[in-house]
């Protein structure tokens, strides 16, 4: 009895790839057909769809072209368990990266709540969170665990880490509004926002913890040296803080001579 043969267009259709899939895979040789027709048309037997049953089933494993080929050629089942238990772990590994993507815009959104930001710094926010792990482990390297844990606010719960990322937030958002609106860093209104920030600074991280990263050189390190603001804003808010402080000393002077 003559085996029962399909077209380009009834095997697509019977497998569920696109003809434009198939003509691929014929010229890359993954999947030839086994005969044509005396129009030079490509037919397709029942083995071939048991084949391309095998390429679709490793395509969704995530092999490559040529693992699949590899496969085909050789039919080698050591061959693919060691390549599906390195396929396994591969994707696990994507999986952990996905899931910190996925955790990462959570907590932007929890902490952007109402705010609106532009995109430059919601964007610096997000880059800001994806380096917190090799922070982390530099200054490991550097710093004993305790000045770690205040630094990166370890020691404060959940919600009051939260709640202090909103409100920095709030802060560097004015700040940058000020900024960009042309009002100058000792300004009344500039001062009063310096003030807010220094004071809820000091609350959560105390100042000797603060001095203990100011004193490490982070220059060469880009990647640990991650900044939130634009070179206009960070030398803006820098002069603000100058400002505030210099206010500050000529207060403490003055009332040390009464």
Known sequence: MKEHMYTVKAFAKLTGVTERTLHFYDRKGLL?????????HRLYSKDDIFTMQKIITLKYLGFSLQEILDYLANHDSHQIRDT???QKVMLQKKREELDYVINTITRVERIM???????DLLLAIIHSIHHEKKQEEW?????PKSVIEHVLLQHLSPQERLEFER?????????????????????????RVIEHMISSMNERIAPHYQQKIAEIDLNDHPQINVSIFSKEVEEYIKEAVNRFEANQLSLSHAENRV
């Open 84 to 86: 599906l238990q390195k």
């Open 139 to 143: 200054l490991s390297a550097r710093l």
């Open 113 to 119: 709540q109402d705010e609106e930001l532009d995109s």
């Open 167 to 191: 409100e920095m937030l709030t802060i560097v958002n004015q700040l940058q509004h000020y900024c960009k609106q042309g009002i100058l860093p000792d300004e009344e209104e500039v001062q």
């Open 32 to 40: 030839v057909p086994s005969s044509y027709n005396e129009h030079g």
